[in-house]
């Protein structure tokens, strides 16, 4: 169990608070851990969503289905991360995507009466959970704009400007296979292959599995901007 308090310091729901005094918060409240196999279905989309599940060990993703039938991953998420915790409130409270784990997890499980409970005992819990709330509306504002991209081509523009943005250089590791992007993208990874070798014949971008510079920025944008219009 002082593992567990542990990872918690390291959550963001407990950003700020001690394990001693997670110790005394849970004395307070109801919980329950589970362990599930690589590759096992957590949650289907569609179910409802009665506790807040933090990953105290291992990987899952989240992916939705789309009318055709394409699977779309919609992101990883790793320990010790909450799982879909703006959706635990409301009168529509439940999952959006399926939850696959990637690695070997451990679940804690936290009912929705008991987290109010932790809230009202501790209000940074509180402040720490409408933090969180506020950065995944943010995530998802701009998971849907990414969405309404048409084309494979506008999607790797926006990728790749997020990028470069957000860590402030024009060169950046994608840190994950083309088959791992293709998925996120929702499209065949050969189909990406082709795109990426595309902006790279036009000098747009230079490419290795491990490193991407961006050359033309202004392209990039282009692309987007045409999107707009």
């Known amino acids: 169990m002082a593992n567990m308090f542990t990872v918690l310091t390291h959550n963001q729901l407990f950003m700020g608070i001690t394990t001693p005094e ?4 849970f004395k307070c409240i109801h919980f329950g851990i589970r362990t599930y196999n690589k590759g096992q279905l957590i949650a289907v989309a569609g179910d409802k969503c009665n ?12 992916e939705m289905v789309d009318f055709s039938g ?19 409130f409301g009168k529509n409270a439940f999952f959006p995507v399926n939850i696959t784990t990637i690695k070997e997890a451990e679940i804690l499980y ?10 009202q005992k501790d209000n940074r819990v509180l402040i720490n959970y409408l933090d969180i709330v506020s950065d995944k509306g943010q995530f998802l504002s701009d998971k849907l704009r990414f969405l309404s991209f ?19 250089a024009i060169s950046f590791d994608p840190n994950m296979s083309q088959t791992a992007l293709a998925e996120i993208f929702g499209v065949a990874r ?28 202004n392209d990039l944008k282009n692309i987007i901007l045409k999107n707009v219009k």
């Open 22 to 25: 997670l110790h005394e918060l």
């Open 51 to 62: 506790n807040l599940m933090i990953l105290l060990s291992g990987v899952v993703k989240g």
């Open 70 to 88: 394409r699977t779309i991953k919609v992101e990883d998420i790793e320990a010790p991360r909450p799982i879909a915790p703006v959706f635990l």
């Open 110 to 119: 936290i009912g929705r009466d008991n987290l109010v409970t932790l809230m």
């Open 150 to 168: 048409n084309t494979i081509r506008e999607k790797l523009a926006h990728y790749l400007i997020e990028n470069t943005m957000e860590k402030n």
């Open 190 to 217: 050969p189909s990406l292959a082709r795109t990426i070798g595309e902006l790279v014949d036009q000098g747009i971008i230079e490419y290795t599995p491990r490193w991407i510079t961006v050359k033309k920025m």
